[in-house]
């Protein structure tokens, strides 16, 4: 058979169709919170989030979601920069504590608490976390015992922690050696194994001159002091450090004169913080300045809790100096104090009442170093509600920002890379 040409037939092959590679469109999560007054400002305007960050309007075409802020005030979210949610009895029945008056005393009580909690360590930690998350709170630091009493279970119980919080809280997690690392033996090889883990971004460690000046009996006691084996895991591991240093006196000043000059043979800038650093409000006129001149240049940061009048740092000259420095919430019902609630906006109302602060200007220095003093020390983004912060705020009902501190009125809203995360004192999911 022919084709009436005369070729040959054969079987017709469909044309082939180039294939196009479609690029995909990525459409920006964009929220509009209308009708806020960030700080407490008069006028009355629109925070616009886009892919979490703050802009200046909304893209072009695109349609946001919109929340209205019926003229609350926003504020930045804040950062506890020093708390122990390992050890918390928020939510359990009460627990009645015993007198003490010196950390072995404390120490004994933490453990006979430990023993008697029935709900697992991660589940209250959780739940401590969650209502600072509706409180406010965008970021922690927590501090996490570790010594032969508990092994790691703190560390691994906070590390799930921060994976069922992830998004909503961002946690860096201590491994810390409240029981002392000299003078209690198997400390050290503890905090090694922490730091080898992975799970902890910064090594703790507790007044080397005092409580664990003097070293136990055994391996550990044998071992390093203190801080030569503190820097030495923050060097191989790449970790951090955050040192408690409640001694007073030459007995606290010498350490942290040795831990800046640690710092900076280390290369560490940035990366050592001392938390309470009792010493420190005992100085003034020259000598405070010195003193914060060396921490400044060593790059070493402080962290306050404002536990009371004569123990708070002197803020104010210190980051005038530029010492970074933080404020956190310590323990929250633990058994070393029935107080404490994990809200940063409450521990800076305490900030202003043990400082004294009466302008508007120094109450809303108190709201600034919960604020922007905690962000600075665990080196995150500042949350300052203008385009390209990050959309981390809430919203009060209030007039100021100074009225806000003292009436400390709870956040009807949080939001968390411009996500609602609580809404009236409770996760939305």
Not at 34 to 54: E, F, H, S
Not at 126 to 146: F, I, Q
Not at 312 to 335: I, K, N, Q, T, Y
Not at 363 to 370: E, I, K, S, T
Request: glycine share 12%; aromatic share 4%; charged share 20%.
């Amino acid at each position: 058979m022919t084709t009436p040409s005369g070729a040959t037939p054969y079987a017709a092959t469909p044309a082939r169709v180039p294939s196009v590679t479609v690029p995909s469109v990525t459409v920006p999560s964009v929220t509009v919170f209308r009708g806020v007054r960030p700080y407490g400002a008069d006028r009355v305007v629109d925070l616009v989030a886009v892919d979490g960050l703050l802009a200046e309007r909304v893209p072009d075409g695109t349609v946001p979601e919109v929340v209205e802020g019926g003229g609350r005030i926003a504020l930045p979210t804040l950062v506890d920069a020093h708390i122990h949610p390992d050890k918390t009895a928020w939510g359990e029945p009460w627990y009645s504590r015993r007198p003490a008056g010196s950390l072995p005393e404390y120490v004994r009580g933490d453990v006979d608490l430990h023993r008697q909690q029935r709900t697992p360590l991660a589940d209250r930690a959780h739940r401590l976390l969650s209502h600072a998350v509706a409180r406010g709170t965008r970021a922690v630091r927590a501090h996490v015992d570790v010594a032969p009493a508990y092994g790691l279970a703190g560390v691994a119980g906070l590390a799930e922690v921060r994976e069922r919080l992830a998004g909503v809280l961002d946690i860096q997690l201590v491994a810390f050696p409240q029981h002392g690392v000299r003078r209690m033996p198997g400390a050290g090889a503890l905090l090694a194994e922490a730091a080898a883990s992975g799970l902890i971004d910064a090594v703790g460690g507790i007044d080397p001159a005092g409580f664990d000046g003097v070293p136990a009996e055994g391996p550990d006691g044998e071992g390093p002091a203190q801080l030569e084996l503190l820097f030495g895991l923050a060097e191989q591991h790449g970790l951090r450090l955050d040192i408690h240093l409640h001694d007073r006196g030459e007995r606290g000043l010498g350490p942290l004169r040795d831990i800046a000059a640690r710092t900076r043979a280390a290369g560490l800038a940035g990366r050592v913080v001392v938390s309470h650093a009792f010493c420190v409000p005992e100085l003034t006129g020259a000598p405070l300045a010195e003193l914060a001149a060396e921490l400044a240049e060593s790059g070493v940061g402080l962290t306050t809790v404002a536990p009371s009048a004569h123990q708070v740092l002197p803020f104010r000259e210190l980051r005038a100096h530029g010492v970074r420095v933080g404020l956190g919430s310590d323990g929250v019902r633990d058994a070393w104090s029935p107080y404490g609630n994990a809200d940063m906006l409450h521990r800076a109302n305490l900030l202003g009442w043990t400082t004294d602060a009466r302008t508007d200007e120094q109450l809303a220095d108190c709201f600034a170093l919960a604020a922007d003093g905690g962000a600075e020390l665990l080196d995150l983004p500042a949350a300052t509600l203008r385009p390209g912060s990050p959309a981390d705020f809430m919203l009060v009902t209030g007039e100021c920002l100074p009225q806000v501190v003292i009436d400390l009125p709870r956040p009807e809203l949080v939001v968390r890379a411009g996500r609602v995360v609580a809404r009236d004192g409770r996760l939305t999911g």
